[in-house]
T-cell receptor, first 115, second 114 residues
């Protein structure tokens, strides 16, 4: 079975720009969660998608948005980038619409640097 | 709100020595608890999880953790450290039933000295 793949692995943007990060979920998983991991910090929950609908959101502003497609892959979009958005963005897939007890399979992440 | 506190941002042990990584949780009811490991340039990998069954949980790579309600702790241990154990370790919590997203601690970097 394939794991979670994320693209791009690294990217550099300037303040005010927009970015799209992509995630392919593990085969058989129907739920995708996104986390932001700032340098030296633990991952923080951004939002979760289940059956193409947002199914929970953390304390992130509306300029963080997402999509889930019929094949369960997902995108994270961030508008009006700020310096503090520099982080590793992790995608995790799971089965059943729950982000806790069900085991999350994480991708290797997309490292975003905002200059 | 639930939270976890990992004591010690960096722990260094000698190869073959005991590994002890500390995690304390804050929750009004016993939660679900997890330990994840992150190797450089990789995603998070689940080591083990506590979901209200046995209080002593065994995981992969020889790691185990014990849920202690009286101490609100879920410390991770391994009897003998290997060089390959050097990584970042994260403790995480969700509500009992696992219906809420994981809340992670800040992580503990484990160094293993030859």
């Amino acid at each position: 079975e394939t794991g979670v793949t994320q693209s791009p692995t690294h990217l550099i943007k300037t303040r005010g720009q927009q970015v799209t990060l992509r995630c392919s979920s593990q085969s058989g998983h129907n739920t995708v969660s996104w986390y932001q991991q700032a340098l030296g910090q633990g991952p923080q929950f951004i939002f979760q998608y289940y059956r193409e609908e947002e199914n929970g959101r953390g304390n992130f502003p509306p300029r963080f948005s997402g999509l889930q497609f019929p094949n369960y892959s997902s995108e994270l979009n961030v508008n009006a980038l700020e310096l503090d958005d520099s982080a590793l963005y992790l995608c995790a897939s799971s089965l059943g619409g729950q982000g806790g007890a069900n085991v999350l399979t994480f991708g290797a992440g997309s490292r975003l640097t905002v200059l | 709100a639930q939270s976890v506190t990992q004591l010690g941002s960096h722990v260094s042990v000698s190869e073959g020595a005991l590994v002890l990584l500390r995690c304390n949780y804050s929750s009004s009811v016993p939660p679900y608890l997890f330990w994840y490991v992150q190797y450089p340039n990789q995603g998070l990998q689940l080591l083990l999880k506590y979901t209200s069954a046995a209080t002593l949980v065994k995981g992969i790579n020889g790691f185990e953790a014990e849920f202690k309600k009286s101490e609100t702790s879920f410390h991770l241990t391994k009897p003998s450290a290997h060089m390959s154990d050097a990584a970042e370790y994260f403790c995480a919590v969700s509500d009992p039933g696992g219906n809420t997203p994981l809340v992670f601690g800040k992580g503990t970097r484990l160094s293993v000295i030859a």
